[in-house]
């Protein structure tokens, strides 16, 4: 008796075997143990059991069979360190059961082992490759064979030639592995004529070069979001839907380089004792990368992509996310410095919206941005940038997004804009709007207006200061001005629901006035939601303030009415 463990050259384990039988086949079609792609003979090799142990026989086949690197017709007696290769799988044998051990163990076991077949056990953290051969079609699995084949080759040269890759530039990168990899299309004489070997170099230009698979869904203007679950399991948005797509990345170290080629640029870590990372594009897309042992199948990507080109007050027209009452409000909120707070769901286009309201603030301003990681693209001339650090690997060296707040009241800025708040950096954000830096605007999770406003309480509270409730919606109150509502719904479109205007304190509760809302009523035929843009009758209080400072002001958009979206 004896067992055959089968694994991808990665380490991934794929198939336990036990066989009983003197000879046990290995191939893609009939075979005791079934292995995919077009580098594995229909009967590849034999695994037999002789006198003085097990041994390794080819069977003639094209691509061959190797033991421990070198190409062999047969080899053994084979022990459990060594290793079989077989097209991109790895085969290991360890012995359970002699020839000479006694009669009735050996019966025993042959009735058990009648009864079994190869089993796919895909370990915990590990994405099968198996799965992935048997769910994807015969061409997508010949490229994907011919891409793993290609990239090997690709590194062996660049092994032997001792090229330095770190010391070079991204252009002469590419130059390079475009060389390498005409050299190694003229070398391989086994691809099968169903390759389509332009594709293939392509491919492997991306994964040493860009970022792999997805280099191409990057570069789609159509395509807003793109998610890696698993170096097989790739998705992205498209016009607000999720669709899977039919690209897969090599393996998960194709992922790993991927995610390395992000965050290394930026001075940022991804490993097994920091296996979270938030990062950016050269575009500004922003990325979020988790590896194993916190992602179960495999390291996971996902990115939200920049706009390519500028986003205007235009666009929010164009795409029905608010009407032009809507948009005029907004104006005036920004060119009259009013503290805005944008609200929303993940997703939802909170930064998006943070971005073109930003388009509205006067050239002539100094302006600070926070953030995370990096993503808002402002163009006013006087704008200083500040991104949070994470710690370094001894643990030290970071600065949270609060201690930035703190500092830019130091830096002179006529507005503040904070990426988001998510903790303590709130209660500062409050103190500036309150404190002469008006027309700040920041963006936070809620799903409604009165949410966002509990939200700021459990933020300011999370700063440790031991503040009343009370003295922090007094604070809410006096800072914010206008909570605007952003919602995605099922469909993938993106609304204002809410513009809300807070208008004081009363009974201890932060009062609050809608002056627009959004109503549903149901969906078209094409499964998108229909609704109206309602102006509620209520007028802003500050527009008291303009027209008493001599503007001339249009309330008629005010006037409870409704207009289709």
């Known amino acids: 008796m004896y067992e055959i463990s089968v694994l991808t050259d990665d380490g991934t384990l794929l198939q336990k075997h036990q066989c009983a039988d003197a000879r046990c086949s290995i191939g893609r079609q009939d075979q005791a143990i079934l292995l995919k792609g077009w580098s594995i003979g229909k009967h590849h090799a034999d695994i037999v059991l002789e006198e003085d142990g097990l041994y390794v026989q080819d069977k003639g086949s094209m691509t061959g069979t190797l033991v421990n690197g070198a190409r062999v017709r047969q080899y053994g007696p084979l022990t459990a360190m060594d290793s079989i290769e077989i097209g991109s799988y790895v085969l290991q044998v360890k012995p359970l059961l002699t020839r000479n051990a006694d009669a009735t163990a050996e019966t025993e076991f ?30 997508q699995i010949v490229q994907r064979e011919a891409r793993v084949m290609v990239h090997k080759e690709l590194l062996k040269l660049i092994d032997l030639r ?20 005409s050299e190694v299309a003229a070398t391989i004489q086994s691809l099968p004529a169903a390759v389509d070997m332009a594709k293939v170099s392509k491919e492997v230009l991306n994964e040493v070069v860009g970022l792999g698979a997805i280099q191409d869904l990057l570069q789609d203007e159509s395509i807003s979001e793109v998610m890696v679950n698993s170096p097989d399991e790739i998705f992205f948005e498209r016009r607000g839907k999720l669709i899977k797509s039919a690209i897969t990345f090599t393996d998960n170290r194709a992922v790993m380089s991927a995610i390395e080629r992000i965050v290394a640029p930026l001075g940022r870590r ?3 004792s920091s296996p979270m990372v938030d990062a950016r594009l050269k575009d500004g897309s922003r990325v979020n990368a988790i590896i194993p042992p916190l992602a179960l199948k495999g390291p996971s990507i996902t990115i939200r992509k920049f706009m390519s080109h500028r986003l205007g007050a235009k666009d929010l027209l164009r795409f029905g996310s608010a009407n032009e009452a809507m948009v005029r409000l907004l104006e005036i909120c920004v060119n009259e410095r009013k503290n805005i707070v944008i609200s929303g769901g993940t997703g939802s286009g909170k930064t998006t919206l943070l971005n073109i309201l930003s388009n509205f603030i006067p050239d002539d301003e100094r302006i600070v941005t926070v953030e995370d990681a990096a993503e808002l693209k402002l163009y006013q001339p006087n704008l200083v940038s500040l991104e949070a650090r994470p710690p370094n690997p001894e643990g030290r060296g970071a600065v949270s997004i609060r201690e930035l707040v703190r500092n830019c009241l130091r830096m002179r800025p006529d507005r503040i804009v904070v990426g988001e708040c998510r903790g303590g950096e709130a209660l500062d954000m409050l103190q500036a709007m309150n ?11 809620a799903n409604t207006p009165r949410d966002a406003v509990a939200r700021l309480e459990v933020m300011v509270m999370m700063a440790g200061m031991d503040l009343p409730i009370t003295a922090i919606r ?3 109150a006096s800072s914010v001005n206008l909570i605007v509502q952003q919602t995605r719904f099922p469909c993938g479109s993106r609304r ?7 208008t004081g304190m009363e009974s201890g509760r932060v009062q609050m006035a809608e002056i627009f809302s959004f109503e549903r009523q149901g969906y078209d035929n094409d499964g998108k939601v229909n609704g ?4 509620t009758g209520q007028v802003p209080e500050f527009y008291e303030e303009l027209r008493a400072r001599g503007y001339d002001l249009d309330l008629s958009i005010f006037r409870r009415t409704q207009d289709a979206s």
Not at 111 to 138: F, I, K, R
Not at 435 to 445: K, M, P, R, V
Request: hydrophobic share 45%.
């Open 474 to 476: 007094e604070q809410i």
């Open 435 to 445: 404190t002469g830096h008006d027309g700040s605007l920041t963006t936070l999770h």
């Open 532 to 535: 109206r843009f309602i102006a």
């Open 110 to 139: 042959k009735s058990v082992a009648s009864e079994s077949v190869a089993t796919v056990v895909p370990p915990a953290g590990e994405a099968s490759v198996y799965a992935t051969a048997t769910a994807a079609s015969d061409d």
């Open 270 to 272: 991804i490993d097994e």
């Open 496 to 502: 204002i629901t809410s513009i809300t205007e807070l």
């Open 162 to 181: 001792r090229i330095d890759v770190n010391a070079m530039s991204d252009d002469q990168l590419r130059a390079m592995v475009l060389q390498l990899l």
